[in-house]
Every structure is written in C-alpha cells, then in structure tokens.
C-alpha cells in the first residue's frame, strides 16, 4: 500500500464539506500527529447528479452526492488510499443516512478500513487522534495484528480512565493479573504491574517483551520502556476476540469503558469499522459507578439488583449523566424498587449504546461485551433483550486491554 512505501498514511476524507468548515485544520491537525494525510478522491462532475441511483439513495444535497462520489472513486481504485474517514455535521439527519449508507457501502466491496464520525463546530484534534491512531494502526501493522498466539513471557497494562489493569502472559496463558483504580497514572501502573508479576511469580528482569496501551499508554509506555505502546481500539478488539476464541470470521466487539464506550466491527481479528464515544459518560461505567452510590450499594453488586428488577417500570435518560441522576432521584422518590432502577440503569446504557454507536457498524454475531461493565450481570441481559441475539461475555472480559497488550507485545519477542 501507499504507506508501506512512503510512510505516510493516505485517507480519503468522504465528508459534506468539512474542508470548507472551522473544523478542517483539527482534522488536518489530528492527521499529521499519526503521520497520515487527507486526500479528497477525484470524481467525474458528470456522475454526481446520478449517483444516487448506485446507493438507491436520492438526496436533495450536492455536497452529500458528491461524497457518495468520493466513495465509489474509493472503492473503484480511481483514487488508492489506505483508509477511510467519513464524517458528516452531527445537525444533519439527511448526513447521518447518507454517511452510514457510504459505510456500508465501502466495507461491502473493499477492505479498506473506515472510521464513521459526526463533527461537531467544536470538535477538536484531540477528540480525533485515537481515532486516526487506530486507522494508520491498521494499516501499518496489519501483519501484527494477525497473530493469533501469545510466545515467551509478555506482559501488558491497560491504563484506563478509571481503573489500571496488568497481566503476565507465557505460552499463551494468562499466568498473573493485577487491577486497580487509576489514581496517580504511573503509580496505578506500578502497583497493577506489581501484583501481576507477584502472582505470576517472576521478576521485571524476565519479562521479554512489554505493551502498553489506554489513556496513559504513551506515559506508563516511556516509563516502563515499552517494546509496543498502542492505542485501546485495535489492542482491545484483538484482546476481546483473543478471550473470547473467536479470532477467525466475523464478530462485533462491544467495550464499555469508564468514561467512553466503542464498538467495532472485525474480521479475522483486525478492525474493519469501528467508533468510539457516545453523547454524553451517561454511557459508560461512570453512570453505573454513580448509580451504585445513590442506592447505596456497591458497583459489584448492582448488576445482580438489576436481573431481579424490570426497566419497564422506570424511566430514565442516560443521555446525559446529570440527566439520568435526575430520573433515578425522582424514580425512587416515586417508589420505585432500587431493583428496577438498576435494570433501568443497564438498559438506559445499552439503549444509548445502540442507538448511538451500533448505527456506525455493520453488529454481526458473535456479539462480544467486554470492559468493566460487562461484569454488571444487568448489562448484557439488558442488551441481549434490546439487539434479540446472544451476548458473550468472555472470562477476564475486564482485561481485554493488557491481554491484547501481552499478546501483541509477543510479536516483538520472536524479532
């Protein structure tokens, strides 16, 4: 590819304008960070006007046929990228069915892989550069990725957003864990590190090789000189089907973080399409952390509560994370059980879950949960109800991240 060659990512950017909007130069931006550049497919002027017969989607907006257009150009070759990003203004109802329709499109009749993104006037190059890491990933280290088989003694850390994790892999087996709340970035790593390498009974001196991935992967990474610091979107996708034996064909992962939530859509272990983030930390393992504190009870205990209640019953909006508290306080106010406020809690989660981030990726089984609110027995009860198919919450589904870690990490044992 492209990239292989000159080591410059090249991405097509499939948008309803955004070069000639505010946020451009954050793309730009978010784009050289992760070494990679935009380029805008060449199309024929000619064929945008008929364009919406080959989706069988007719628009009103020039700029929404003209990335229909890009697309095609994309997926013909007229125009050779190594990835796609296709966004479209959050305002847009009409961009947000011509953007999915575009996604289906390309991950049907190529292998290239997409990211799906709705911008808003604010967003930043921050907001972006997991993202893009995760695309240019793909592409540089797609060999990586296929590795299937963890070799030697490897370990990884996960520093998450609110809790570390660590484990010692050897020979393809987890052989210690630590996990622990994130507190200070490089002590959380120490002390989870500390406790794997304890109850794998060996000594930093005897791990061969280290990865290192989350919101403090480039920190703990310098600091504990990582052979491989990479970001959570391929690292956790590959943990996830890892833990779950389901490296080969198709499967859906699902990851409910501390502060986000991402889903992703893999083929053979690697990352075709994904998205990340949600409207609001009403989605993720903040919301259930707080719930757990206005009933009292604690985090491990909320998810067998909430399989004795039913969300029929309660009302609640988890769209936003002030929201939500509002309707628990009034719910119980009203007499509601904390059981089924519970059950409301799950499914308010993975309602937003589905309505927000399984509308950016084609959702095919297996369906795999992980994250720390997998083990809320609620939450995949809840979103096997909600998709009407089967959940699989794989052991260790906490740890996706540092056993994706350990296992990439092997890759640099056998160079």
Known sequence: MSAQKSGVVKIALVSCGSEYAGVQPEFEEAAAKVNAKFVFPEVDIASIDTIGRDFGLEVASGDLR????RAKAVVEGTTNVDGVFITTCFRCAEGAIVRNEIRRYIFRHSRIPVISYSFTESTKAGTLLTRLEALTTIVRRRHLLTREVQTG????????????????????????????????????AEEAYS?????????REEIQALGTTGYGRFLIGNHFKAQLIQEEITVNS????????KQKGPATVIDIGGMDNKA???EDGIPGMFTMGGICAGASGRFFEMISKRLGVDITELGALAVKGMHERVSMNSY??????????????????????????????????????????DVREPLILVGGSSLIEGVPKALG??????????KDSHLIGAVGAALLASGYVEE
């Not at 003209?66 to 257009?69: D, P, S, V």
């Open 66 to 69: 003209l990335m229909m257009a």
């Open 153 to 188: 003694l490897t370990a990884g850390i996960d520093s998450g957003s609110t809790t570390t994790k660590a484990v010692i892999m050897r020979d393809n087996k987890i052989i210690g864990k630590g996990w622990v709340p994130t507190t200070k970035v490089l002590e959380s």
């Open 195 to 203: 406790i794997a390498l304890k109850e794998a009974g060996v000594s």
């Open 238 to 245: 590959k943990g996830a089907v890892y833990l779950a034996d």
């Open 264 to 266: 992703i859509s893999v």
């Open 320 to 361: 936003c994370i002030v929201f939500g508290i509002q309707s628990l306080v009034t719910s119980l106010a009203k007499g509601s059980t904390p059981e089924d406020v519970a059950a409301a809690a799950c499914y308010s989660v993975v309602e937003q879950i589905y309505e927000q981030q399984l509308q950016e990726v």
């Open 385 to 394: 109800r909600l998709l009407k198919i089967d959940v699989l919450v794989p």
